[in-house]
């Protein structure tokens, strides 16, 4: 087998993509999709700067829906496939842009998932981006392989790492440091969500998963990688995520909002 003759088109594209930042966690649920897309969103509040979000959530494309723009299609265009935007400087693909039924990716098998992810790196007219943050499914699989894999000459700034206080959670996230070091991928550090929760009745401070406080600051310790910060549980994150909008821009005086802006001013 020769070389991939995909390569040098996947390494013109991202020679106009300054930053390449992977989002990653050991478990589902945890939270990686939504803080893909508010880390998204926050880079974008400053115009100059401009923002994609590749989602190679194949079998679970969570995407269209947190940035407001399910139902949307992809357009093509002689320069290739164009982005969904949410605003001028943010752009969206995802593979929930191309099914006519959001579920009819889960039976996908490698080599499809492969080839799409491919396409995405190749064929999307981003034009010149500051950042592409990439959000990944839960583990690493096949979608983390073919990444790192085409990716790996054009170079990925690095990967953050998201989990909850949970021991369940923290131990799959270890497997997601091993696999950063063995493919080469640099890790910017790892993101706790979920850490506590401020009643907005009372303000009091509830520790939700309770033996584990500072779990994941120790693991990062142990671990030597930088920890980024602890986000609260907030309803209101999870309500602007099922609405598509952005939680950063509406609930700017929450504990959740200072946590989120100081977490990715790390980043
Ligand atoms: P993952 O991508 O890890 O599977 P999601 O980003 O889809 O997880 O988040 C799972 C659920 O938790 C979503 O409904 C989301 O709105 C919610 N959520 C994520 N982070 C928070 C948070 N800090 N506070 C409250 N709800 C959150």
Same mark, same amino acid.
Do not use: I, M, R
């Given at each position: 087998k020769g070389p991939d003759p995909s390569i040098p088109l996947i390494n013109e594209r991202m020679a106009d993509v300054k930053h390449k930042i992977l989002v990653l966690s050991g478990k589902g649920g945890v939270g990686k999709s939504t803080f893909t897309t508010n880390l998204a969103f926050a880079l974008s509040f400053d115009d100059s700067v401009q923002v994609g979000i590749m989602d190679i959530d194949i079998t679970g494309p969570s995407m269209p829906k947190m940035t407001g723009l399910e139902g949307e299609t992809i357009h093509q265009s002689n320069t290739g496939w164009s982005p969904v935007y949410v605003s001028d400087n943010l752009g969206v693909m995802s593979v929930g842009f191309m099914l006519q039924n959001a579920d009819d990716a889960v039976i996908w098998r490698g080599p499809k998932k492969n080839g799409i992810i491919k396409?995405? %790196?190749? =064929? #999307?007219?981003?034009?010149? %981006?500051?950042? %592409? +943050? #990439? =959000? *990944? /499914? /839960?583990? *690493?699989? =096949?979608?983390? %392989?073919?990444? +790192?894999?085409?990716?790996k000459e054009s170079g990925i700034t690095g990967a953050v790492l998201v989990t909850t206080p949970q021991e369940m959670s923290l131990q799959d996230v270890r497997k997601e440091i091993s696999f950063c070091r063995k493919v080469g991928v640099p890790i910017i550090g790892v993101v706790e969500n979920m850490a506590g929760f401020v009643c907005p009745g009372c303000h009091k401070e509830s520790v939700i998963f309770a033996p584990n406080t500072g779990g994941a600051r120790k693991m990062a310790e142990d671990m030597k990688i930088p920890f980024l910060g602890s986000i609260p549980l907030d309803p209101r994150i999870g309500k602007s995520c099922d609405l598509g909008e952005s939680f950063l821009d509406i609930y700017t005086d929450s504990p959740a909002h200072k946590a989120y802006m100081d977490v990715i001013d790390k980043i």
């Open positions: 396409q995405f %790196l190749k =064929d #999307v007219d981003w034009g010149a %981006l500051d950042y %592409l +943050v #990439v =959000d *990944t /499914p /839960p583990g *690493t699989s =096949d979608e983390h %392989l073919s990444a +790192v894999q085409y990716l």
